[in-house]
């Protein structure tokens, strides 16, 4: 089984699962059914669906997007279906506005969580007093794909899987352990699973555990390993710029999970109220060839690529000029819908190019690629002060200023307590002093720790007023970036490797990457795991194995707990292809610095 029959297989059991709770809805076909779908949801729903042809075909007559100001009514012979998230709150306290079923107790409106139901939010609907009037019921469909050799958890908001726990929150390994068993009882179970990271032996041992208790019934395992890891092992990778196409076009307008939102200047039609939403992957049977062909790829050779794409796709449309008599007038026509489909798309792709060169091709944006490289490297860090420094003075926009602050601190850049001291004063006098709260949030979940000592062992540390919970565990990232080679120039392989390696962030190999490659090397040597990853937080590394046949057909699954960059897929696809294997990943979402600081700064 490889990589394209296993995510088939989940699609398929996805619209299963999606077409059962649908049937059940409309009382076996009995009521026609009027879908009000979350929009965090919406590329999930529309991927699991199979577009709204199929959607009628089940009985569903209109779709709507929750919105805190709609108001439905059941009309004759209709019922009204929620299809919610179940992370947060607000989507259910809308859904309670928008309920309406005065009259129609025989046609109660349906409320349905993906994946599970939440019990603070059927507390909410008890508060509203519609508890006893709706129909609460779950959709088990804990992942979907968003890329062909990717899944994803409906977890929108990413940060809590890993980030929510180090805080002392809420996490999503319950929810990690539930996909993974949901993952096995589908395509067959993992022979072992290794853990690296704090949240990640925990997602572990609930799965294993789950394995144990109800053991699934297929006994050949469709890959070799998993690897389940957190974002507490790699703070510093997602701080930085990513320079694949895919990742600075998820930076630049990045909406959910391999979709985006494009004005008019990127889609014809759009408008600026009310951007298109574009998905960049449609499923197994619609790719975007041009997007697959360069989303991996450094954006300096998206280019040439798209000039050749233009140059094939314009020869194809010269063949017509051959045609001599009406067999070879009908395999052109066959050919013709095609064609204007990857006209559309190159067009699009060509638009995106234009637009991110006129951003990325500045001096101020090498500057920029240049000083993090600079803070992640370690050298001349007076000077990386100076440049952090004067942006603050300047009052650049504050979430990039802060995601320098931030990765001065992750990358621990060696600096004295009043350096940290007077880039903390700048930046609450240039933003104000009500960012005190959001620097305190950063600094409990580790992003923002400056590296001055333990006030335990060292009395010269200082606490710069946001001193880390010793729930947070100590990140030695100078030690990992000597370990893993992570700065371009000091790999032991060859030239080429390492410029394919360090093109996806600037001179900079992902760390989370790196320790991925490494585990899928050493496979079950635990010893030798704890060893290499000493230098990571929460250094703790677990096996969990099960009595299944192996296999050696160089499959993994790839576990990420709080969200993976588009950067780290593509280096965790080079470096797969490199050594003859193939990663099947699946995270609680897509993640940029942007969201990664925004999410922090939520957490109370």
């Known amino acids: 089984m490889d990589l394209v029959e296993i995510t088939e297989k989940v699609i398929y059991t996805s619209r299963v699962e999606w077409d059962a709770f649908l049937h059940k809805a409309s009382d076996d076909g009995a009521l026609k059914l009027v879908l009000v779908v979350d929009p965090v949801l919406t590329t ?8 709204f042809s199929h959607l009628q075909e089940l009985g569903v007559v209109q779709v709507f997007p929750l919105s805190p100001t709609m108001h439905l009514s059941n009309m004759a012979g209709q019922r009204n279906v929620f299809v919610l998230s179940a992370e947060t709150t607000v989507p259910v306290e809308h859904a309670t506005k928008a309920l309406d079923t005065a009259g129609h107790e025989r046609r109660k409106a349906i409320v349905g969580f993906l994946p599970c139901i939440n019990l603070e939010c059927t507390a909410i609907l008890e508060e509203g007093g519609v508890l006893g009037k709706v129909i609460v019921d779950k959709i088990p469909i804990p992942a979907s794909p968003f890329a062909p050799d990717a899944l994803a958890m409906p977890t929108p908001d990413f940060f809590h899987g890993c980030f929510g726990e180090l805080s002392g929150g809420g996490s999503h390994c319950g929810e990690v352990a539930e996909a993974l068993y949901w993952l096995c009882s589908i395509i067959g179970p993992s022979p072992v699973m290794h853990a690296v990271g704090s949240c990640a032996e925990q997602a572990c041992g609930l799965a294993a555990a789950a394995m144990s208790n109800k053991p699934v019934s297929s006994r050949l395992a469709p890959f070799e390993g998993t690897i389940v890891v957190d974002r507490s092992v790699d703070l510093v990778s997602p701080l930085c710029n990513q320079l694949t196409y895919s990742g600075m076009v998820d930076e630049t307008w990045g909406d959910d999970l391999g979709t985006a939102r494009f004005g008019p200047d990127i889609v014809e039609g759009a408008s600026k109220e009310k951007p298109t939403r574009v998905a960049m992957y449609r499923g197994i049977g619609d790719p975007d060839a041009i ?13 040439p690529l798209l000039t050749r794409q233009a140059k094939e796709l314009g020869a194809s449309y010269d063949e017509r000029h051959g045609a001599t008599d009406l067999a070879d007038i009908k395999k052109f026509v066959s050919k013709l819908g095609g064609l204007k489909a990857k006209h559309r798309s190159l067009q699009t792709h060509i638009n995106i190019s234009t637009a991110l060169l006129q951003g990325r091709s500045t001096d101020a944006f090498t500057d920029l690629l240049e000083l993090q490289l600079q803070i992640i490297s370690g050298t001349s860090p007076t000077t990386a002060v100076d440049a952090v420094l004067e942006r603050i003075h300047r009052q650049e926009p504050m979430i990039p200023v802060l995601q320098l602050v931030c990765l001065m601190a992750t990358a621990q850049l060696p600096l004295r307590p009043r350096d940290w001291d007077t880039v903390l004063t700048a930046f609450y006098q240039s933003y104000g002093y009500a960012h005190l709260a959001t620097t305190a949030r950063l600094c409990g979940t580790g992003i923002l720790r400056p590296a001055a000592g333990d006030p335990k062992t060292d009395p010269k540390a200082e606490s710069f007023g946001v001193p880390p919970p010793p729930a947070v565990p100590v990140f ?16 032991s392989s060859g030239a080429e490797a390492d410029d394919e390696l360090y093109q996806a962030l600037f001179g900079y190999m992902p760390l989370l990457a790196a320790i991925v490659d490494r585990v899928a090397d050493s496979g079950a040597d635990s010893e ?13 590394f677990r096996d969990a194995r099960y009595p299944v046949d192996a296999v050696k057909n160089g499959i993994w699954l790839v576990v990420i707990i709080g969200g993976v960059t588009s950067a780290e897929l593509a280096v965790m696809r080079r470096l797969a292809h490199s050594k003859g294997r193939k990663f099947l990943f699946l995270t609680t979402g897509l993640c940029t610095a942007e969201r990664l600081l925004r999410g922090a700064m939520r957490v109370s």
């Open 476 to 491: 030695k990232f100078k030690a990992a970036r000597k370990k893993f080679k992570l700065v371009q120039g000091t790999s």
């Open 291 to 303: 997007f697959e062909s360069v989303k991996d790829r450094n954006f300096a050779e998206v280019g």
């Open 528 to 540: 030798d795991m704890q060893k290499i990853l000493a230098p990571c937080p929460s250094a703790c």
């Open 44 to 51: 999930r729903v529309d991927q699991i669906s199979g577009g």
